[in-house]
């Protein structure tokens, strides 16, 4: 990676890996990021809607995830459902008042150790963990989702694929929850489309957890047609018993124009929240 990037400058100018490395960052950040390394750092955006920039009603809502792949298609989809993205680095401990937090798919750390293993340990993650606990809204996608179960923040854990490969395709899902702070543009039972890309993506968790997901109704979305990934219960999402915390295993931000990926149905997990500041 780092030598195809430097073939675009003077190779003969570093002398060591580090050095080679350390630069390809430095131009990654400089071309896609404004100047800012988003390779080894939370490329986290916070949201404002235009309601905020004209008006006393606003809401905040940021994305942050270490070493993210997707997470300017959240950005687009949030733009989409009526707000203005901002950056925000991954070593802050100030949530900079925020009132929503998405965590954005991708391969942290290069999913080192466990997926969302070491992620879960970023510095704002510490006021992630306790915002949530408050009751700030907090949306983690695919890589996200897996931070959320390593923070303990939702049950269970996700793991390697039962076939052991990664798997990308449109996938069928079925509503089960439109209580929670990220579900309620949807019907409970609507059927929905959206793109599924993952390696470790099924969700696994003892039988007593998985009976009281079931019963408390925190079952948020299930796999339709097939399983993907060998997931207990078809189980594609599952929220916490305050209901504003939501993991989600499929890409919601991928399916929110109808120009590319799989349509728009995706696009309601972002005016949920949205729509709900205003109501």
Known sequence: FAHRIEGMVDVAQFDTRRDRAQRAFE????TQCGGKAAVAAFAGQRLRTTEERHGPLSIDIEIDQALSVDDRDAQRAIRLAGAEPVALWHGEHDLKGVDAVVLPGGFSYGDYLRCGAISRFSPVMTEVIEAATKGMPVLGICNGFQILCESHLLPGAL??????RF??????LRIENDRTAWTSAYAEGQEITVVLKNGEGGYVADEPTLDRLEG???VVARYLDLNPNGSARDIAGVTNERGN????????EHSVEELTGSGTDGLGFFTSLVESAFA
């Open 27 to 30: 131009i990654v950040g400089q």
């Open 159 to 164: 793991i390697r694929n039962d076939h052991r």
């Open 167 to 172: 798997i990308c395709r449109d996938q069928r």
């Open 216 to 218: 408390e109704g925190q």
């Open 245 to 252: 915390v939501v993991g989600l295993m499929p890409h919601p």
